[in-house]
């Protein structure tokens, strides 16, 4: 079993800067592959950014160039450092896990994922 706690949400204004970070359990983080999707009132939830275990990234096309995931294997987090925010960006943030990391569907699809946090609200006021 796989614990996540996303924390680093909060309100902010366009153009500002906000770090989210991740926290997960268990000993073998450092052979996960880790996501970051989001998910707005009325809309699916949406994929943001993943990384894999060899720190390979893959980032979603409205937030590329702003976003950037990285990991910290000794601390057993997953940091999403997100730029130039706009309104559009507002949404809850989860974090989630793959263990097995093989991408057998793909880094940005939902169901890769076994394990998901409770979310963290990101809100940008215009």
């Known amino acids: 079993q796989v614990q996540l706690v996303e924390s680093g949400g909060g309100l902010v204004q366009a153009g500002d800067s906000l770090r989210l970070s991740c926290a997960a359990s268990?000993?073998?983080?450092?052979?996960?592959?880790m996501g970051w999707f989001r998910q707005a009132p009325g809309k699916e939830r949406e994929f943001v950014a993943a990384?894999?275990?060899?720190?390979?990234?893959y980032y979603g096309d409205p937030v590329k160039g702003r976003f950037t995931i990285s990991r910290d294997n000794a601390k057993n987090t997953v940091t999403l450092q997100m730029n130039s925010l706009k309104p559009e960006d507002t949404a809850v943030y989860y974090c989630?896990?793959?263990?097995?990391?093989?991408?057998?569907?793909?880094?940005?699809?939902?169901?890769?994922?076994?394990?998901w946090g409770q979310g963290t609200q990101v809100t940008v006021s215009s």
């Open positions: 268990g000993r073998t983080f450092r052979n996960y592959a």
């Open positions: 990384i894999t275990r060899i720190s390979v990234t």
């Open positions: 989630a896990a793959d263990p097995d990391a093989i991408f057998r569907l793909g880094p940005r699809v939902v169901d890769e994922y076994d394990y």
